[in-house]
Each structure stands twice: as C-alpha cells, then as structure tokens.
C-alpha cells in the first residue's frame, strides 16, 4: 500500500521558469492538502483540494501559483515565473475524509530551489 | 501571525529518561491538537492527537497533555529511545473537519545513548 507520492523529491527552477510539483494521494483517498515549509520554519497550509474541486486556497499566495486535482492522474502544484522567495519544502498530504482526528499523510515532499 | 508557538527549538535528553516538548497556541477557538515526528528528508509522521473536549490522550510511550485556560498542550514521551530524536511538531485545528492545520515550527529533540 504505497503512501503519498510525490516528485520530484528535488527540483532546481531558474527564476522566471515554471515549476510543476506532483503529488498522488493514498489509494482511497480523495482529499489532497498542499502545504509548504520555509527555511527554519513551520509548514504554511496552502490549499485544500478534493477531486475536480478546489475547497479551501486560503493559503495560497494571489499570483503565480495555482493548483488542480483532476478526475485522472495526480494533483498539480503549479508555480509560475518563480522567484528566489519560493525556494522550500512543498509537502502534500491526503485523507480519506475530511474529517481529520487522525491527521493527513505526508508525502515527503519536494525541495524546491529557485537559482 | 503565529498562531502556534513552540518556543524551543532543540531539547536534549539521555536515553530512558523523559522527553517533555511544549507548545502554545493563541487561538482560543482551536478544537483540536496533533503531534507529528519528522525525520529529516522525509514527511511529518501523525503521532498522536487530543480533542478539546479531553485534557490527556495516551498512547503508549507518547502522551499529550492539554491546558485550555493556559492555551498550552505538551508532549511526553517516556522512556526515550535514541530513534526517537527528530523534529516535533505541534499542530492546531479551528474545527473537526481537519481542513487546515496551523504548524508550530517545531522542535528538534535529540536522544542521547
């Protein structure tokens, strides 16, 4: 039973390029949370995604980044023309319910470095 | 703003003695309270959880302890094992949807053999 999936585990950006960060959920879960962890800081929730829908993007700064769960395939965080600023640890995390008493499971996320 | 503090940012305990790791939080309208473990290149691992409605969850080694007038909850862990040294996080929710959870940023505990 394999656990949250993410790649890629390290993924290098020039500022200005697009970075697209994946995550597959457990199997059999549908809820999808994005979350990310700034240098010598602790994780930021960004957004919360069941399929086809976006439920809570709170989190999410206003320009640049977008996210999608499709019916098909992983869940996608997109960020574009990065910036130096977005260098850091993006961790996805699913559930099967949005009830959450027993947390989420992590996936172990995706170091991104922005040169 | 945040909303979750935990104010130490390294412990160190010697092996088979207690490891206490403390939080605190602002909001008086968290519900709910997580712990989780990170090791360092992986994701943060679910320990264990506690209600507002309760004051103490208990876990085998693990136990979480809750004040609510104090807004502070805190993690023992007894006895402690050398594969017990990672970052802790504490971890606060507004509701029991568990849609979004406020991080503390974390405290690195190591165990000494």
């Known amino acids: 039973n394999a656990g949250v999936m993410q790649n890629p585990r390290h993924l290098v950006r020039r500022r200005g390029q697009e970075a697209r960060l994946r995550c597959s959920p457990m199997?059999?879960?549908?809820?999808v949370y994005w979350y990310r962890q700034l240098p010598e800081e602790g994780l930021k929730f960004m957004v919360y995604?069941?399929?086809?829908?976006?439920?809570?993007e709170s989190g999410m700064p206003k320009e640049r980044f977008s996210a999608e769960f499709p019916k098909e395939g992983p869940s996608i965080l997109r960020i574009q023309q990065v910036v130096r600023g977005d260098s850091a640890a993006y961790f996805c995390?699913?559930?099967?319910?949005?009830?959450?008493?027993?947390?989420?499971?992590f996936g172990s996320g995706t170091r991104l470095t922005v040169v | 703003d945040q909303q979750v503090k935990q104010n130490s940012p390294s412990l160190s305990v010697q092996e088979g003695r207690i490891s206490i790791l403390n939080c605190d939080y602002t909001?008086?309208?968290?519900?709910?309270f997580l712990w989780y473990k990170k090791y360092p290149a992986e994701g943060p691992t679910f320990l264990i959880s506690?209600?507002?409605?309760?004051d103490k969850n208990e876990d085998g080694r693990f136990t979480v302890f809750l004040n609510k007038s104090a807004k502070h909850l805190s993690l023992h862990i007894v006895p402690s094992q050398p594969g017990d040294s990672a970052v802790y996080f504490c971890?606060?929710?507004?509701?029991?949807?568990?849609?979004?959870?406020?991080f503390g940023t974390g405290t690195s505990l190591t165990v000494i053999p």
């Open positions: 995390a699913s559930s099967p319910r949005a009830w959450g008493t027993n947390g989420y499971t």
């Open positions: 199997k059999g879960h549908s809820h």
């Open positions: 995604l069941q399929k086809e829908n976006i439920i809570d």
């Open positions: 909001n008086s309208m968290f519900d709910y």
């Open positions: 506690i209600s507002s409605i309760k």
């Open positions: 971890a606060a929710s507004l509701d029991n949807t568990g849609n979004q959870f406020y």
